[in-house]
């Protein structure tokens, strides 16, 4: 079966080790199935992405011998496809403005004594979802910032009964992302969260292995409640552990992990890099 994967780094950063690893896997895989191997740049969160790290990408991935079919999709410039996925969901009356701060919520959990922890943290006590219509359209109407948050029990009503994640050499379990709560949707800084844009471009670009670390496996439960919701084909997921430096740290870039680009100066080369990894 030929599979069409994908990289999809978000550029907050210079690329490390683990997303050489991240890359070098999902084009692997397409390559080896005679599929297709796509990019897209994740940096819709304009406060953290810059574009140098873009270039940065490009050129480190063309460094590593890693070629992609097609053009890049850069979700910066698709922001309209996904507030028309956030009005698809409002127009079913499952998404809520919530205009609660940070400091707001950490209060209501601690008052809340035992509030239960979701996979993105402490789950949202529900505060604003039992505002009165008229008093979330003044507020919404005076300019407070708000985010839109997914209305979990009226979402399961209404997707189908009886979804199940598939996981690749694992049997389907059935999907259950009420861990997650009411999840933000839309947030207040920027056009929809990494869940929303994450679905509709899988879709878009006709993703059907999705390959990344396995921090990021629950959260495949919540995806395919989406993608029933907005009636788009489910991919097929690989999840593999993270990449962990010399000390069992996870790498990332805020940790100063080992780019490519001091790996590189330093006198590393490609094939050391996927010697490393039997890729
Ligand atoms: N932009 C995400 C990251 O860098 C990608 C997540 C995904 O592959 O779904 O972690």
Known sequence: MSHVTRFAPSPTGYLHLGHAFAALTAWRRARDSGGRFLLRLEDIDAGRCRPEFSEAVLEDLAWLGIDWDGPVRVQSA????????????????????????????????????????????????????????????????????????????????????????????????????????????????MPASYHVCVIHDDARQGVTLVTRGSDLKPATHLHRLLQALLDLPAPNYHHYPLIADNLGNRLAKRNDAVTLRSLRSAGTTPSDIRARFGL
């Open 78 to 189: 698709h922001r309209q496809e996904y507030r028309a996925v956030l009005d698809r969901l409002a127009s079913r009356a499952l998404l809520y403005p919530c205009f609660c701060t940070r400091a707001e919520i950490a209060r209501e959990v601690a008052a809340a004594a035992g509030a239960p922890q979701g996979p993105d943290g402490p789950r949202y006590p529900g505060t604003c979802r039992t505002v009165s219509a008229g008093a979330r359209a003044a507020r919404c109407a005076s300019g407070v910032p708000y985010a839109l948050r997914l209305d979990m029990a009226r979402a399961l009503a209404v997707a189908p009964a009886g979804l199940m994640v598939s996981e690749e050499g694992e049997a389907p379990v059935s999907c259950d992302p009420r861990p997650f709560g009411d999840v933000v949707l839309g947030r207040k800084d």
